[in-house]
């Protein structure tokens, strides 16, 4: 194979790897937020409740 063509493979490789362990932090930090959210929502729920 060209050289060039694998360094520049190898290069790609390296960049989706990067982007991929972002998209992996991305939807980690979803998913804590949505667990948050719905503890929130509990809690205002509760809050509610006690008001009535």
Do not use: G, H, W
């Amino acid at each position: 194979m060209n050289p060039s063509k694998e360094a520049r493979i190898l290069k790609l490789e390296s960049e989706m790897l990067k982007v991929m362990d972002e998209i992996d932090l991305l939807q980690n930090r979803i998913q804590s937020l949505e667990v948050n959210n719905e503890e929130l929502n509990t809690r205002i729920l509760e809050l509610e409740n006690k008001e009535y």
